[in-house]
């Protein structure tokens, strides 16, 4: 990287004991296209060891651009995270998960957008699920999916409901911590969701194109240090998505009081007590036909033989 030019993007990767998936993971930040980008690694808690060697091996090039911050203890997912924002100094940021990937290609496509667009806080791609099974430290492709593919954007209508993209598709500039904070460290889980509803209450977002530049892998039936928290941690991600919700329902009446709150929460109730109603109407009406046809069909057949006798 020329001296004069310092780094474009600050690539966050946080890792704990997954050596495999750390290698990999630096393969696809080191074979991107752009390369005025910078990496903290944040070992949550792991061995140091792997981590280190890992990062020497790398060409020098590759080593200069790569910071390391061990914890002595596991801190959490967001602590990490927020280490590893603190610790760089690019304009731009991302947190590259480090069981997922890059297509060469995204960083600079991700930096082009948002040099074209200056007035964007920030760019989605889209994603491709990589399903994956991980055995004796080797990793076996199941099949691909698209993500999230019938989106035209990222909106928070959407997200309202759950998150739409994952902190590996999303460049954004670092100046939205200045305005928004940092990532909520009190959250094990879903602290993506909680930021991006936050960056979509402030500003819309778009998505880089119609191909998926990045790949979401996911490992069904794998827990532990391989699994996938979403899969792996799925109680906690409902227990803490309800938090969230219920957290941002207690700011809002506090502002605006309960009224319109109690109003909407028996409206609901009462338009599910009416579908529910029509259908078992449906039900009972289909069922009271069917009955009424098969008691016609009985009387025909036993008519029919008679009829023959004659």
């Not at 699920?129 to 099949?143: H, Q, S």
């Not at 009387?299 to 033989?305: G, I, K």
Request: with cysteine; glycine share 6%; hydrophobic share 40%.
């Amino acid at each position: 990287m020329p001296e004069d030019s310092g780094p474009r993007v600050s690539v966050v990767v946080r890792t704990k004991n997954r050596p495999e998936f750390l290698r990999r993971a630096l393969e696809s930040i080191t074979g991107q296209s752009f390369t005025l980008w910078e990496c903290i690694i944040v070992n949550d808690g792991g061995d140091p060891v792997p981590v280190d060697q890992l990062v020497e091996r790398l060409p020098q090039d590759h080593r200069d651009r790569i910071r390391v911050l061990h914890s002595a203890g596991s801190r959490g997912r967001w602590t990490s995270a927020n280490a590893g924002v603190l610790a760089g100094s690019a304009p731009l940021l991302v947190l590259h998960d480090d069981d997922d990937t890059w297509h060469p290609d995204f960083l600079a496509s991700a930096v082009a957008y948002l040099d074209d667009n200056p007035d964007r806080v920030g760019v989605v791609s889209r994603i491709e699920i990589v399903w994956e099974e991980f055995a004796d430290g080797e990793f076996t492709e199941v099949r691909r999916e698209p993500f999230q593919a019938h989106l035209h954007d990222p909106l928070l209508s959407d997200t309202l409901l759950f998150n739409r993209f994952v902190p590996i598709a999303f460049v954004y500039r670092r100046a939205l911590h200045e305005e928004l904070g940092l990532y909520d460290e009190r959250l094990p889980v879903v602290g993506d969701w909680a930021f991006n509803l936050r960056v979509l209450s402030l500003s819309a977002l778009e998505f880089l194109g119609d191909k998926p530049l990045v790949s979401w892998h996911q490992r069904a039936g794998t827990a532990g240090a391989g699994g996938n928290s979403v899969i792996d941690a799925r109680d906690d991600h409902a227990k803490f998505d309800a938090r969230i919700r219920d957290e941002a329902l207690r700011e809002y009446v506090g502002e605006e009081g309960l009224g319109l709150v109690l109003y909407l929460t028996q409206f609901i109730d009462r338009r599910f007590v009416d579908i529910e109603n029509g259908i078992r109407a449906e039900i009972r009406e289909a069922s009271t036909w069917h009955r009424a046809k098969d008691k016609l069909d009985r009387t025909v057949a036993r008519a029919l033989p008679r009829r023959r006798r004659r």
